[in-house]
């Protein structure tokens, strides 16, 4: 089939007529007034030859007059690809032999620069695109454009958004034109621009037909002829705008916070990983009185903080609260959501229905308790921490005799549920530290700035991830005669000899007998850990390898970093006490304690993987015994079920691949997303997106100073750590990182992230190699280009273009 009416066309024949003719389809079976066409198969592309005599039998039916051509791959308006402008089209065709020229450029366009780079963005298999061509009687319009029935730029769902010119729609979708823009929210407007108000009307009442037919937001393509007929040239999913949360039954609406970039993650939970991460999230905030619940919109994790905003003892410190973990933009978006009347208080309280329970005033007194005594003696906690965490890892391994897959099932099962007695001895040191970091700039204010406390902050003794990058430094100083191998040899190439047992010894088995539970994203059970696939651990080597001058070895620099830190906090002791005795000695001895316990904040998650490195093994198991019976296609699809999908697999027999198979799909889908709101309502708004834009002079890019420093040097822009080429001298620049992404920092000059608070975890690293950073910046990773030399200003919070 070569040629086949428009009329003719369903969605299912995607394959053959290609998205664009497809969705035209649709439109005309559900009585749309679509302009008539045929379309040009994949099937002709596929063999290379325009079926001359057909295409000229089905212009001639049109009325062989003006027509438009226009390309439908099979990869174009897809749920996650709308390939919008990547491919031709071709308007006024006049006449057989404009037309035939008109689909052979649009073949032609299959493959141009731009398309096959959008493909390759989207990891699109380029061998397995098909072009079709949309031929349509040209539509003359007086108007026309783009409707999108949820605002782009803000992710609102109740309102819809157009674009309108005169002419044709080329002008608007091309960028050629200034345009009439309209967000349609239901408020009645004057007729203005080239679009009435009932023309607006008539649009707002086709999204919402349109939309509701499809299941998901449209970005539609219109025309109004001179009649003032409205004509649908296409409609199509909005690819751009992040998954909505769920609905729920509350009638005002609710805010969610994202929580994954507090530990570094960016890319979206695996199921599995999501279904014990939200649970032990929610449970973790519990224990400290904050009851919260975690939400998955997009993969990601979403803490769901309406309650908290809307009771008024809440509110008042829920800002603050955000600065430590969270960060400055985070504190921005909820100061905006506290100042919305829809989140004003209610009465009484939400939070915690009235009075303090007994369990959380039992959990206040064990907090005061545990903080008090790691201050007074900070060097007997550390010891009964690293106690706690041995025994940690020692109970989590599983027995020997778990045999079956059903045994090892009731293991996981077992330990989801359990609440391990070690908590407290890891868990108040800890905070301890936090506090005593996190005070003194209050203490100190007026007498000493960021900069300087950060200072005080760096070379800390006692951080587990610092020990594990020093360590993977020594091994890479003793590859000794390997380091041409270590150097030329690509990273995969030598973690599959590693596995195999074929690589000469360098170290890397007892390196991983200590640090190989962790990966980047470990707290998702989903991702492999560095044992399984050494790549990035190899990469890492590889960059230290590159490292020749001897004042710029880690070591080195992590010793003046600390030899710094104890300078500044004499002298700024010596400062605080003679012009604020009182405040100073306190500020002194919080700082004190700062050096002594805040490095001991990574260990409470370096802990916690141990026994989650052993689900994980047990997991994967139960999946190579699903795998052989025929349940799984591979071992490791097991993590793209929940728990309670496995107990019904392994019990009952449910077959579970097409589950698996469209959560992959999701899930291949978000890991290309580009950015994830720090904040959402429930009407899909990014919060954000609706603050008012900072002044930013020209060339300066503004963030938040978190380490102190000024550097000048190429930028490095690294979307996955596990394979990075990173250069001495290089500025790293990155949406977020979490303690898989440290190695890098032994390399680099500076450290730029999209997201962050002060003290999380790479602030706190890089503070710790004395290399200065700057975090929140918004969109940076897509601001800077790789080799793009920058300047960054880790007191001013700033980073410079050159």
Known sequence: MHVIPLSEVTSEMLDLVGGKAAGLGELIRRGERVPEGFCVTTEAYRLGVIPTAEVVAAYERLGAGPVAVRSSATAEDLPDASFAGQQDTVLDVVGTTQLIAAIEKCWDSLHSDRATAYRDARQIDHRQVRMAVVVQRMITPRAAGVLFTANPLTGRRDEMAVDAAPGVGTTVVDGVATVDHYVLDGVARDDTGCLTSAHLADLRATGERLQTHFGCPQDIEWAIDADDVQWLLQSRPITSLFPQPPATDKPLPRVYLEFGHVQGMRQPVTPMGMSTLRTQIAAMLASLGVRVEIVDIGGRLYGDLTDLARDRSSRKRLVKLLAVDFGPRAQAVMQHVLADPRFAPTSGGVTRGGAPTAASLRTARRAVVGILRALARPDTARIRMFEAIEQMRTRSAAPTD?????????????????????????????????????????????????????????????????????????????????????????????????????????????????????????????????????????????????????????????????????????????????????????????????????????????????????????????????????????????????????????????????????????????????????????????????????????????????????????????????????????????????????????????????????????????????????????????????????????????????
Not at 732 to 747: C, H, I, S
Request: hydrophobic share 45%; with cysteine.
């Open 402 to 802: 778990l045999g079956s897959a059903a045994d090892r099932l009731r293991f996981v099962q077992a330990r989801d549920a359990h609440a391990d007695d070690t908590a407290d001895a890891i868990m108040w040191p800890i905070v301890a530290g936090m506090l005593a970091a996190a005070l003194p700039a209050a203490l100190l204010k007026g007498l000493a700035g960021p900069d300087e406390i950060h200072t005080v902050l760096g070379g800390m003794p006692h951080n587990i991830t610092i020990e594990m990058d020093l360590a993977l430094w020594r091994l890479a100083q003793s590859a000794g005669d390997h380091r041409q191998l270590l150097l030329d040899t690509p990273p995969a190439e030598l973690a599959a000899r590693h596995l195999r047992g074929t690589l000469p010894d360098i170290g890397m088995a007892a390196f991983l007998d200590v640090y190989g539970h962790r990966g980047v994203a470990e707290v998702d059970l989903g991702v492999p850990r560095w044992e399984e696939d050494p790549t990035p651990v190899f990469a890492a080597v590889a960059n230290y390898l590159r490292v020749t001058d001897p004042q710029q070895a880690p070591d080195r620099r992590f010793r003046r970093a600390a030899s710094a830190a104890e300078t500044a906090l004499e002298d700024l002791t010596r400062r605080a006490r003679r012009r604020r005795p009182v405040r100073g000695t306190v500020a002194a001895f919080l700082l004190r304690r700062a050096r002594s316990l805040a490095g001991l904040r990574e260990a409470g998650k370096f802990a916690g993987l141990h026994p989650l490195r052993e689900t994980r093994r047990q997991l994967l198991l139960i999946g190579a015994d699903l795998h052989d019976s025929g349940l799984l296609d591979q071992p490791d699809d097991i993590m793209f079920l929940t728990l309670d999908e496995v107990h019904d697999v392994v019990h009952q027999g449910v077959d579970p691949r097409a589950t698996v198979t469209a959560r992959r799909a999701v899930h291949r889908r978000e890991l290309r997303r580009g950015s994830v709101p720090v904040a959402l309502l429930s009407d899909g708004t990014d919060v954000e997106a609706v603050l008012p834009a900072a002044p930013a002079a020209d060339g300066t890019l503004t963030g938040v100073g978190a380490s102190a420093g000024r550097v000048t040097g190429p930028a490095r822009v690294v979307q996955d750590p596990r394979t990075a080429h990173i250069e001495p001298g290089d500025v790293l620049v990155a949406a977020t990182t979490d303690p898989g992404w440290t190695p890098l920092f032994l390399t680099a000059a500076a450290l730029v992230t999209e997201t962050g608070a002060i003290m999380a975890h790479g602030p706190t690293v890089a503070r710790e190699y004395g290399i200065p950073a700057v975090i929140c910046v918004p969109d940076v990773t897509r601001t800077l280009r790789t080799g793009q030399v920058v300047t960054v200003d880790g007191a001013a919070g700033t980073v410079t273009l050159h």
